[in-house]
């Protein structure tokens, strides 16, 4: 079992940047595929970034150049930088993991998510 804690999220002014993290419990941590998606009021999930356990990383076109996801397996924990924020970044954040797949931009593909956080950005 894999427990997830986000935290980090708030309200921000575009332009502006916040680093969201995410705990996570379990000794596997460090062999699982991590990811952050996003879901805005009346929207779906949405992929945004994820990174393997050899570090190779993963973006989704609109985040692309402005975010940048990174993991510390000493500490069991996942960030996302998150820079130049635009209003259309709103949404609850979702910090998610699984064993290591093939698919990894596919919220079907993860067993384990966090609560969530909000990031509200102001124009």
């Known amino acids: 079992q894999v427990q997830l804690v986000e935290s980090g999220g708030g309200l921000v002014q575009a332009g502006g940047s916040l680093r969201l993290s995410c705990a996570a419990s379990g000794r596997a941590f460090t062999n699982y595929n991590m990811a952050w998606f996003r879901q805005a009021p009346g929207k779906e999930r949405e992929f945004v970034a994820a990174?393997?356990?050899?570090?190779?990383?993963y973006y989704a076109d609109s985040v692309k150049g402005r975010f940048t996801i990174s993991r510390d397996n000493a500490k069991n924990t996942l960030y996302l930088q998150m820079n130049s924020l635009k209003p259309e970044d709103t949404a609850v954040y979702y910090c998610?993991?699984?064993?290591?797949?093939?698919?990894?931009?596919?919220?079907?593909?993860?067993?384990?998510w966090g609560q969530g956080t909000q990031v509200t950005v102001s124009s």
């Open positions: 990174i393997r356990s050899n570090s190779n990383t």
């Open positions: 998610a993991a699984d064993r290591p797949k093939p698919v990894i931009r596919s919220p079907n593909e993860y067993d384990y």
